[in-house]
């Protein structure tokens, strides 16, 4: 009997947690929103890729891909950039994202997608850099809060002026989108693929992970 008991206060315990850390991401995300959004409409918006398993979107790159459109259609930016290249599978990961957000109803002429970053912080400067080259200087990084977290410090480190707009959960959840989104993956696919795992040493992969193996002299 004491170890149901316990058992089922384990489970009190998870439950609380996990509702507390929705709470938690919710608020933060809603408050670094209203602490950016004062800068719209924003020419661009910059968003990471995340690995594409060649069947279906994840929910990573769902969230991410959905906030952009809505972003786009809310009239918040005019652009979207789409980072990431074929790095853990055989896809370009802003191809797919592109794909998917011209589906769900954005012009295809205001989407770029931004192929050489292996790394968050190399999507963010890689995609910066592609900006500016459309001398767009109004950027705003959109992304879910936990990669914000983790790509906040090297974009203040290297003095990158992009604001951020972590995904709002609660604007996703409301969002009407059909069940089965079909795209041409071949778009995307890149043949005689080799992963970064196989290509890169641990410190090297961990030195992109910091940025460390970005040129900054392409960066004024």
Avoid at 23 to 32: D, F, L, P, S
Avoid at 47 to 67: A, S, T, Y
């Amino acid at each position: 009997m004491g170890g149901r008991r316990i058992f089922r206060s384990l489970i009190w315990v998870f439950l609380f947690l996990v509702m507390n850390s929705c709470v938690i991401y919710n608020w933060e995300a809603h408050t670094m929103y209203q602490r950016n959004i004062v800068n719209q409409p924003f020419d661009a918006i910059i968003v990471p890729g995340i690995p594409f398993d060649g069947q279906q979107w994840d929910d990573v790159m769902k969230l991410r891909v959905l906030w952009a459109v809505h972003l786009y259609k809310a009239g918040i930016t005019e652009h979207i950039i789409f980072s990431g290249s074929a790095v853990y599978s055989h896809f370009v990961e802003s191809e797919i994202m592109k794909q998917y957000a011209i589906a769900l109803g954005v012009d295809s002429n205001d989407i770029l997608i931004e192929t050489k970053a292996e790394h968050s912080s190399e999507n963010v400067y890689y995609s910066f850099v592609m900006a500016r080259e459309h001398a767009w200087t109004n950027v705003a990084v959109a992304t879910d809060l936990v990669q914000v977290k983790m790509i906040r410090k090297f974009v203040e480190i290297k003095s990158i002026p992009v604001s951020f707009l972590a995904a709002k959960i609660t604007v996703i959840e409301n969002m009407t989108y059909p069940d089965t989104i079909i795209i041409d993956t071949l778009k995307a696919y890149v043949p005689n693929f080799k992963s970064i795992v196989e290509t890169q040493t641990p410190k090297y992969r961990w030195n992109g992970t910091l940025g460390k193996n970005i040129d900054f002299r392409k960066y004024k």
